[in-house]
C-alpha cells in the first residue's frame, strides 16, 4: 500500500444519546439518565478516529445548512479533516441519531434519520475524483447511498487505490461493489445478515468469512467484540483476542477499530499490526462516554 492520505465516504449525523437503567423492550417506557447532543455518524467517527491516529484524511459527505451541520463542519475542521468535499445542502437537514445506552452493561440501540447523508451522490463522488484516485486508501460505510459508494470504489480501483468497505448498517451487497472491495470489515451480527444466518442464532463467523470470501470479497477481516478478531483471504486466515476492557459504552468501538486500522494501513503497518493496534483504539473506545468523543488519540496507544 502506498502512503498518503485517507479519503473517507460516509455520514455525518447529530447524535442524541441518553444513558438508561435498561435497554427498553417494546411498548415500556423507561426513564433516561445524563443526555448529550454530539456530533457523530460513522464515516465522521471513522474519519476523526484515523486523524487521531496520525492519518491525513479527506472527508466526503454532506450536512445540512443548520446548527447540527455547522458543529459537524466545525469540529471536523478542528480535528484537521479536509472537508472541502463536505457539501452544505440548504433544503434537508443534518442526519441524526438516536441513541439509547444501557448504562450497566455499555451496550446500545440506534435509530437512524438520514437527512443529508441520503443526499450524497455520485455528482458528489465525481467532485472528489481527484483526491479518491491520489488516495492511498478509500474508507467507505452503508450510511450513505450505495451508488455513490460504489462510485467512489470504481474511481479508486481504476487508480489502484485500496478500498475498505464496513459494510454497516448491514444489508445485501451488490456484486460489484463487493467485487470492487479489497477489505471488508464487518462486525459479527452484520456478517451474519451478509451471508443469510439469523442474527438470532448461533454464529459461524469462520463459515461467514468463507461465504464473503466465495462471494468476491478479495479479503475480510470480521470483528468479534470481546472474542476478538477473524481475518482472512485467499492464503492466509489468522485470529487475534481482544484486548481486555472495562466497557461502560460501545457507541464508537466499530469506528474506533475502523479509523485506527485504516490509520495504521497508509502507515504502511504490517496487517498484524494493524489488527492490534485498531483492537487497542478500541479496547480505548469502550472504556469512555460517547462514540467521536471516546476515540484514542496516536499517543495513548503503546
Known amino acids: 500500500m502506498r502512503q498518503g492520505h485517507v479519503v473517507v465516504l460516509g455520514s455525518v449525523n447529530v447524535d442524541l444519546v ?92 440506534i435509530a437512524l434519520y438520514e437527512g443529508a447523508n441520503a443526499h450524497v451522490d455520485t455528482a458528489l463522488v465525481d ?19 450505495v451508488a455513490a459508494t460504489l462510485q467512489a470504489a470504481r474511481i479508486a480501483r481504476a487508480a489502484g487505490v485500496p478500498v475498505l468497505l464496513n459494510p454497516a448498517p448491514a444489508m445485501p451487497l451488490d ?62 486466515r489468522l485470529r487475534r483476542e481482544a484486548h481486555v476492557a472495562q466497557a461502560i459504552d460501545t457507541s464508537g468501538a466499530g469506528d474506533a477499530f475502523i479509523g485506527a486500522f485504516a490509520a495504521a494501513l497508509v502507515s504502511r503497518a504490517p496487517l498484524e499490526r494493524a489488527i492490534d493496534l485498531a483492537q487497542r483504539a478500541a479496547s480505548i473506545s469502550v472504556t469512555r462516554r460517547g462514540a467521536m468523543a471516546s476515540l484514542a488519540h496516536a499517543c495513548e496507544i503503546a
Do not use: W
Open 18 to 109: 441518553l444513558r438508561c437503567a435498561a435497554l427498553p423492550v417494546a411498548g415500556q417506557t423507561v426513564k433516561g439518565g445524563d443526555f448529550q447532543r454530539l456530533t457523530g455518524g460513522k464515516g465522521a467517527n471513522q474519519a476523526v478516529a484515523a486523524a487521531r491516529m496520525g492519518a491525513a484524511v479527506r472527508f466526503v459527505g454532506a450536512v445540512g445548512a443548520d446548527e447540527s451541520g455547522r458543529d459537524a463542519r466545525d469540529q471536523l475542521r478542528a480535528e484537521g479533516i479536509d472537508i472541502r468535499h463536505l457539501k452544505e445542502l440548504r433544503d434537508v437537514a443534518t442526519g441524526a441519531a438516536m441513541i439509547l445506552v444501557d448504562e450497566p452493561s455499555g451496550q446500545n440501540c
Open 127 to 145: 467532485c472528489a475524483a481527484d483526491d479518491i484516485a491520489s488516495a492511498a486508501l478509500l474508507v467507505c460505510q452503508l450510511e450513505t447511498p
Open 175 to 236: 456484486a460489484a461493489l463487493l467485487a470492487s472491495v479489497d477489505i471488508l470489515v464487518p462486525n459479527e451480527s452484520e456478517a451474519m445478515v451478509l451471508t443469510g444466518q439469523s442474527v438470532a442464532g448461533a454464529s459461524d463467523p469462520d463459515h461467514a468469512l468463507d461465504t464473503l470470501l466465495g462471494k468476491g470479497a478479495r479479503s475480510v477481516l470480521i470483528t468479534l467484540g470481546a472474542d476478538g478478531v477473524l481475518y482472512g483471504d485467499r492464503e492466509t
